[in-house]
T-cell receptor
Framework: AQKITQTQPGMFVQEKEAVTLDCTYD???????LFWYKQPSSGEMIFLIY??????QNATEGRYSLNFQKARKSANLVISASQLGDSAMYFCAMRLYNQGGKLIFGQGTELSVKP | DGGITQSPKYLFRKEGQNVTLSCEQNLNHDAMYWYRQDPGQGLRLIYY???????QKGDIAEGYSVSREKKESFPLTVTSAQKNPTAFYLC???????????FGPGTRLTVT
């Protein structure tokens, strides 16, 4: 069964420090994509970063990087130099290309950045 | 500005009434999606459409219907058959099945 697991319901981090949000996935497909989205209290979903299953390099986008360990089926998000505006829900998602590109989401991790 | 619009932001309905949520995009994307989010949960796929006049059921399609008569529009109807319609509904679109999805601001539906 295809599934995304985020085991951290809530996380706290001090401003300016780095934080890692965990994500593990389960699929038998060879071709898939992994995404991280940020959802502030306003509700919109903001795309942060993408990793393809065949990409050998870990993806990076500014302060965001994705620690992709294919053998372990993990795709952890690392946020460096946390800012107060990073406080939000973070969702890991997997895209299945042979199923119309639909996204399967994890339960989310609520990140709180302390000043 | 290019983007996805959903209206209204908040919607209230009485039980037993059908209600239609709008989703419009001017990004020229082929694929569009509807998701439902319940409190403290991730998103679940209701319906998706990869091309005009074609759509497929997602994981929780029961009690919902959609149409895709125009490329830029993908309205979702929540019917009275949906047992628990109160939720946050998000529409998304993408250039193709392999591209990232961009989301609208969402509609919060409350049925009493």
């Amino acid at each position: 069964a295809q599934k995304i697991t985020q085991t951290q319901p809530g996380m706290f981090v001090q401003e300016k420090e780095a934080v890692t949000l965990d994500c593990t996935y389960d699929t038998s497909d060879q071709s898939y994509g992994l995404f991280w989205y940020k959802q502030p209290s306003s509700g919109e979903m903001i795309f942060l970063i993408y990793q393809g299953s065949y990409d050998e390099q870990n993806a990076t986008e500014g302060r965001y990087s994705l620690n992709f360990q294919k053998a372990r089926k993990s795709a952890n998000l690392v946020i460096s130099a946390s800012q107060l505006g990073d406080s939000a829900m973070y969702f890991c998602a997997m895209r299945l290309y042979n199923q119309g590109g639909k996204l399967i989401f994890g339960q989310g991790t609520e990140l709180s950045v302390k000043p | 500005d290019g983007g996805i619009t959903q209206s209204p932001k908040y919607l209230f309905r009485k039980e037993g009434q059908n209600v239609t949520l709008s989703c419009e995009q001017n990004l020229n994307h082929d694929a569009m999606y509807w998701y439902r989010q319940d409190p403290g949960q991730g998103l679940r796929l209701i319906y998706y459409s990869q091309i005009v006049n074609d759509f497929q059921k997602g994981d929780i399609a029961e009690g919902y219907s959609v149409s895709r008569e125009k490329k830029e529009s993908f309205p979702l109807t929540v019917t009275s058959a949906q047992k628990n319609p109160t939720a946050f509904y998000l529409c998304a679109s993408s250039l193709g099945a392999g591209k990232e999805q961009y989301f609208g601001p969402g509609t919060r539906l409350t049925v009493t």
